[in-house]
């Protein structure tokens, strides 16, 4: 009998339920529900709608169940840095407020008057962005230290939404890992820094690793259901499960490309060299205790906040082909400068900036498509310049997992730049990562490397190579 995963994969703009199964030695994906996500205005904040989260992933369920579907289990991915913390009943305390928010400006610089900065990269590995958690929670601390004193329970998104399915609270490791509180040897909290910060250690729950069964559904869910499931902890992050989808990765930069361009390689070890300081590269926790040395890039945030202010006339296979027809246009803008995170306006802001550097402003959608487009592949090679450098040797290939690499210019773009062989796919990594993690906890999937030598047997690549007449 043909057993079924679930897998719950809710990005910064878009979630699904993907049912996976194993046939013949491949993997089949089928989606059985696909969704907005949005950031909603809560009073000050910019926040995530739990509750519609939540339904949207029970409406998922329910359609499985009217297909005649029933998963044996279910796991759930989304983004990272953010949480929820809950009372001593068991009940929200906060807001989810999302990352983008401003509540942490200037907290990484208070942090590093507490915490030696270089203390922090050498004990956790993780990069410096303004909306870790680390100072999220700091920001909590200042503004709303009775919250934070009444706290039990410290979940992240994907932790609380497991929590909301089988009762039980638990803090998942790859996700873990990006708050930049969890020490990356020892692999727990780390209470020092905690100490350090004056931020409550006891809320914090045990660490459970990647492909471990939580639990199953509560009761009351049953009920709803008609129907039984495991929860199983995938790689929570999202990250964490798309890097599993990577099929070859000796010699191989890969790129996570979704609303951000996540750009590094897999290792067995923390890389904490100053060089990787001074770059900001990171080192996330993975499944097997792999780590993902790699740097965020701004990504295709970017055009999805330009086809919002454009009020969504154009789809993004449009601006592709409007920046096609501006091939012209060649002004670039620094991608991960902050003013990207959360401008009032996208085009503004690239227009802005194009006015300040003295460089051609863009003016027509093309032009503004072509900006971002050339500016992220500008990026993408000083990261590729940067992790050569510091691993000091040269990756013959690059591969593009997620639903941005469907964009073929940027990936022809990317092997002209370069002149490496480019490889595209699977676009649905981070739902297949999730699935085979929940696949290796039930025992039909034996390793982590018996999972990538399934998944690429059964999905597309495609391949990119640096032509003569090269776009421009
Ligand atoms: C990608 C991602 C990145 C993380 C960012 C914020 O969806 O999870 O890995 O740095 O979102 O959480």
Known sequence: MTRYTLAVDIGASSGRLILGSVQNEKLELNEIHRFENNMIKKGQHYCWDMDRLFSEVKKGINKCNALGIKPESIGIDTWAVDFVLLDENGELLTDAIAYRDDRTDGKMEEVFQKIMKERLYLETGIQFQKFNTIYQLYSLKKTQPEVLARAKTFLMIPDY???????????????????????????????????????????????????????????????EFGFDMKVILPATHDTGSAVISVPELNDTIYISSGTWSLIGVENRFPICVTKALDYNFTNEGGIDYRFRFLKNIMGLWMIQEVRRNYNNQYSFAEFVELAKEAHDFSSIVNVNDDRFLKPDNMVEEIQNYCIETGQQVPATPGEIAKCVYDSLVDSYITAINEIEEIFEKTFPSINIIGGGCQNEMLNQLLAEATKKDVYAGPIEATAIGNIVSQFIALGEIDSLVEARQMIKKSFEIKAYKATEDAIK
Not at 209 to 215: D, Q, R, W
């Open 161 to 223: 939404l497991h929590y909301l399915l089988s009762g039980i609270p638990a803090n998942e490791y790859t996700n873990a890992s990006s708050t930049q509180l969890l020490n990356a040897f020892t692999k727990k909290w780390d209470i020092t820094i905690l100490d350090t910060l004056e931020i409550n250690s006891q809320m914090f729950q045990e660490i459970k690793k990647p492909n471990t069964i939580l639990g199953n559904l509560k009761p009351e869910l049953v009920e």
